[in-house]
């Protein structure tokens, strides 16, 4: 036995397909978006970044730090400017989620080659006078990562 469609039915086929599955995908993100507390990632409060329980340690030693009277966790880890700031945070958005969603996150925390290279410009430019100072009186190398000998200062 053979089914056919009648013609007229034909072209309402693929947008019903597509209406549903754009549907689901849109269902799905409101309610991770949701579920995850999504907006509070778009604003500079440090209390989102502990809504992960692995983030609470750093939250904490943050608190702790000199650096929790004086900054929040964006003016470290993002970029400045609007578009740098929350194109940053939403490639480090979707991996964090990727990885949470999957179950694969290392149990400590590893910093991207990219992470990186954002947090020690921000420790440059924020402690430029103290840097230059430094480089200016010792053979400092260009190299030398501000937390090779600061590792706990912005999260005890």
Same mark, same amino acid.
């Given at each position: 036995?053979?089914i056919t469609i009648?013609?007229?039915r034909?072209?309402?086929?693929a947008p019903?397909?597509?209406g549903?599955?754009?549907?689901?995908?849109?269902?799905?993100?409101?309610y991770?978006?949701?579920y *995850?507390?999504?907006?509070?990632?778009?604003s500079?409060?440090?209390? *989102? %970044? *502990?809504? %992960?329980?692995?983030?609470?340690?750093?939250?904490?030693?943050?608190?702790?730090?000199?650096?929790?009277?004086?900054?929040?966790c964006n003016? %470290?880890?993002?970029p400045?400017?609007?578009?740098?700031?929350?194109?940053?945070? *939403?490639?480090n958005?979707f991996?964090?989620?990727?990885?949470?969603?999957?179950?694969r996150f290392?149990?400590?925390?590893?910093?991207t080659?990219?992470?990186?290279?954002?947090?020690?410009?921000?420790?440059?430019? %924020?402690?430029a006078?103290?840097?230059?100072?430094i480089?200016?009186?010792?053979?400092?190398?260009?190299?030398?990562?501000?937390?090779?000998?600061?590792?706990?200062?912005?999260?005890?």
């Open positions: 036995m053979r009648p013609s007229k034909r072209g309402t086929v019903l397909l597509f549903i599955t754009l549907g689901a995908l849109l269902g799905i993100g409101l991770t978006f949701g *995850a507390r999504g907006a509070s990632y778009l500079n409060d440090p209390k *989102a %970044c *502990a809504n %992960c329980h692995v983030m609470r340690e750093h939250f904490s030693g943050w608190m702790k730090s000199s650096h929790g009277k004086v900054a929040v003016d %470290c880890h993002t400045p400017g609007l578009i740098p700031k929350y194109n940053t945070k *939403a490639i958005g991996f964090h989620s990727l990885a949470f969603t999957t179950g290392p149990d400590e925390i590893i910093i080659d990219r992470n990186f290279r954002v947090t020690e410009s921000a420790c440059l430019k %924020c402690h006078e103290i840097v230059q100072s480089r200016a009186t010792r053979e400092h190398r260009g190299d030398v990562a501000c937390i090779s000998c600061h590792r706990t200062v912005g999260h005890m």
